[in-house]
C-alpha cells in the first residue's frame, strides 16, 4: 500500500519540478521524503524547518494543487530530522484543505524576569536558558578551537574536577557561545542531578538592578549560590560595573569554594578587559584560558558544508569554496551568507550561482582596513628602526632595558595594529609564550596613560606606521 501512495508523493514531486526552476527544486524539493499515508494523513520527512517553513510561505499553492491532484483532500504532517537537540524527530500538523501551515514551536524565555522566579514552582526544575541547536554534535572542529572544545568536553565528563573556572575568549562570531552552550547541554546529559544555569553578563546585571530596586538582593544572591553549573557569556560587559562586579565576586567564591563548575566567556583575555577588579581578575585566572582564533578557511568550509546538509539545500562546491575565501569575519556571517542566499534564490526565482553570490558578498566581506595591511614583522622593522636597534636584540631573551621597554612597545603596536592572535605575536617576537605577551600589552597601556615619554614613543610609531 505504502508502495502506491509513494508513487503518487514521486508523481507529486514531478509536478512541482515542472513549475519551478531545478535549482530551486534541487534546493527545497529533492530533500522531502514521503513516510506514509493513512486515513488521510500525509507524513513527509524533512530536512530542517528552513525547508519546511519555505515550503510554506513560498510554495503553498503549488503544494496545494499537487497534492489535490494526486491524493484529494488530505492533513498534511511534516517530521522534521535533524532540527532538534541531539537529532530526534520532531512532528509537526498542518490542514491541508484552504492552507498548509504548522503552528511554529517558539520557546519563550524571561527577558528582565528576577533569576529566583526562574525556579519558584519547583527548585530542582530550572529551565537552564542554553540554546538547543548549540551543542557539539553542531559545533564543528577545527584548529582554531581544538583546544577549547577538548577541555569542554572534560569538564563536561568531571565539572568542577579539571579546569575551574574556565575562562573562553576570541573575536565576536568565533564559537564561544556555541561551545560553552554545548558543555552546558552535554553536563546535563552526563549529570542530569546538576543545576545547569546560562546567562549573558548583560541579562545578570539588569537581574542585579531588578534585585536592588525590589530589595531583594539576599535571594538574588542566594539563588544564584544553588546553582552547580553557572556559565556566564560576555563577562567584558562587568567592565566599569562595580556594584555588579563585588555581587559576582562573591557568587564566584561561593561556587568555587563549594566545587561548583564556573564557565566564563570574553572578546578578550581577562588582563585585557579594563575595568575590572584586579580580585576579580585573579579569580578569572584561575583556571584555564582557551583561546578561539578567528576560523581558518578549512574550518569555514566545514562549517558551510554542515549548514547545508543540517538544512537539507544543495548549493555547489564552488560557491562554497569561494564563499569560504572570502567571507572570513566569523561564524554568523558564513551561516548569514547562506541564509541570504537561499532567501534571493526563492523571492527572485534565481539559480544560486556566482552572479547572485558577488550580489550578496559585499553585505558579508568586510571592508578593507588599512590596520589589517600590517604584520608583525612589519611593526617590528619600523620600531627597529625608530630606536635604532636589530631585528635579532629585539627578539633576542634579554630582559635589559630598554631592549625589554621597545620589545613590549612592538608588542603592543601588533596587538594594536594586526589580527594575530596572542600566541602568534608570541611566536614571531622571540618565542615569548601567552603571559609574557599579555603582561607586555598591559604594561605599556598602564605607561602610555602616566608616563610622557611612552605616549610620545607610541604617537610617533603609529604615525610612521600609517605614513
Known amino acids: 500500500m505504502n508502495i502506491d501512495y509513494k508513487s503518487k508523493w514521486e508523481n507529486c514531486r514531478h509536478f512541482i519540478s515542472d513549475n519551478i526552476s531545478p535549482e530551486q527544486y534541487k534546493t527545497i524539493f529533492a530533500f522531502v521524503e514521503f513516510e506514509s499515508f493513512n486515513d488521510g494523513k500525509l507524513y513527509l520527512n524533512v530536512p530542517s524547518s528552513f525547508v519546511k517553513d519555505v515550503i510554506e510561505e513560498k510554495y503553498l499553492r503549488l503544494m496545494r494543487t499537487a497534492l489535490r491532484r494526486f491524493f484529494g483532500e488530505v492533513s498534511l504532517y511534516y517530521r522534521i530530522l535533524k532540527d532538534k537537540e541531539g537529532g530526534t524527530t520532531a512532528t509537526e500538523e498542518g490542514t491541508h484543505k484552504t492552507d498548509i501551515t504548522t503552528p511554529?514551536?517558539?520557546?519563550?524565555?524571561p527577558a528582565n524576569v528576577s533569576p529566583t522566579q526562574l525556579s519558584a514552582s519547583n527548585p530542582s526544575e530550572l529551565d537552564s536558558q542554553l540554546n538547543t541547536i548549540y551543542n557539539f554534535d553542531t559545533f564543528i572542529e577545527g584548529e582554531s578551537n581544538r583546544l577549547a572544545r577538548s577541555v569542554g568536553e572534560a569538564i563536561a565528563k568531571n565539572p568542577a574536577k579539571t579546569f575551574n573556572p574556565l575562562f573562553v575568549f576570541g573575536p565576536s562570531g568565533c564559537g564561544k557561545s556555541h561551545l560553552v552552550n554545548a558543555i552546558g547541554w552535554r553536563i546535563k546529559e552526563l549529570h542530569p542531578q546538576l543545576r545547569v544555569l546560562y546567562v549573558s553578563a548583560h541579562l545578570f546585571t539588569v537581574q542585579w538592578g531588578n534585585a536592588v530596586r525590589k530589595n531583594?538582593?539576599?535571594?538574588?544572591?542566594?539563588?544564584?549560590?544553588?546553582i552547580d553549573v553557572l556559565i556566564i557569556d560576555d563577562v567584558q560587559e562587568f567592565s566599569g560595573k562595580q556594584d555588579t562586579q563585588n555581587t559576582f565576586f562573591h557568587i564566584f567564591n561561593h561556587l568555587h569554594l563549594n566545587k561548583k563548575q564556573i564557565i566564563l566567556t570574553a572578546d578578550r583575555p581577562p588582563i585585557d578587559i579594563l575595568g575590572l577588579e584586579d580580585r576579580l581578575l585573579t579569580r578569572f585566572k584561575w583556571g584555564l584560558q582557551a583561546e578561539i582564533e578567528k576560523p581558518t578557511k578549512a574550518l569555514r568550509l566545514s562549517i558551510l558544508n554542515a549548514k547545508i546538509n543540517q538544512e537539507g539545500l544543495n548549493i555547489p562546491q564552488t560557491i562554497l569554496n569561494y564563499i569560504a575565501e572570502n567571507v572570513d569575519d566569523s561564524v554568523r556571517d558564513l551561516e548569514g551568507m547562506i541564509n541570504s542566499l537561499m532567501a534571493h534564490s526563492i523571492?527572485?526565482?534565481?539559480?544560486?550561482?556566482m552572479k547572485l553570490v558577488n550580489k550578496v558578498m559585499p553585505k558579508f566581506k568586510a571592508k578593507e582596513n588599512t590596520n589589517k595591511e600590517f604584520t608583525v614583522e612589519t611593526i617590528r622593522d619600523k620600531v627597529c628602526e625608530h630606536f635604532n636597534i636589530t631585528a635579532e636584540t629585539l627578539t633576542s631573551r634579554t630582559r635589559?632595558?630598554?631592549?625589554?621597554?621597545?620589545r613590549q612597545i612592538t608588542i603592543y603596536l601588533a596587538n594594536k595594529f594586526t589580527d594575530e592572535s596572542i600566541v602568534q605575536i608570541g611566536l614571531k617576537l622571540g618565542g615569548r609564550n601567552h603571559a609574557t605577551v599579555i603582561h607586555a600589552i598591559k604594561n605599556i597601556r598602564n605607561l602610555e596613560s602616566v608616563d610622557q615619554k611612552t605616549k610620545d614613543d607610541i604617537e610617533c610609531l603609529e604615525n610612521l606606521l600609517r605614513s
Open 216 to 226: 531583594l538582593r539576599n535571594d538574588f544572591i542566594a539563588f544564584y549560590q544553588t
Open 104 to 109: 511554529r514551536q517558539q520557546t519563550t524565555r
Open 400 to 406: 635589559k632595558q630598554p631592549i625589554s621597554y621597545i
Open 347 to 353: 523571492v527572485y526565482n534565481c539559480d544560486i550561482d
